[in-house]
């Protein structure tokens, strides 16, 4: 396998691991899909730095029966150490009252390889629909 395409597996594993974070609640998980200075700009919710967007994920996501993160789509192109990529999401949130909320959307990323594996340096989400009720 060519570096490049061992980057792009790499990359991949890195917006299924988010999705898995977010899904089992491992709020460490999550943070390490992150650089220590990331930038994530969620439509939805706001600006943040990485330990923002986790203690946000956290207080979010507590009213959570369930929830299911699909991270599809992959379109990843490398330049050395570093990448760009955009990939679909769908959220599925089940509340406790089992009320649903799904939406699907774009994540838009800049990457950089760390001495970690690479890492989401700049997120941009961008939501283009949604069904259900995330709140009362």
């Not at 899904?23 to 969620?42: I, P």
Request: include cysteine; charge should be negative.
């Amino acid at each position: 396998m060519t570096d490049h395409l061992a980057d792009r597996l790499e990359i991949s594993d890195l917006l299924v691991r988010y999705a898995t974070a977010q899904d089992t609640r491992d709020w460490d998980l999550l943070a390490s899909c992150f650089t220590e200075d990331a930038t994530l700009d969620y439509d939805t919710s706001g600006v943040f730095d990485r330990s923002h967007f986790v203690e946000h994920c956290q207080a979010g996501l507590a009213p959570m029966k369930a929830t299911q993160h699909h991270v599809t789509n992959h379109v990843i192109a490398v330049d050395g150490d570093a990448a760009r990529s955009t990939s679909y999401v769908l959220a599925q949130h089940v509340r406790a009252d089992d009320v649903t909320f799904t939406l699907g959307g774009i994540y838009h990323d800049d990457l950089v390889r760390t001495g970690d594996g690479w890492r989401i340096a700049a997120r941009r989400f961008v939501t283009t629909w949604t069904a259900g009720r995330l709140r009362d």
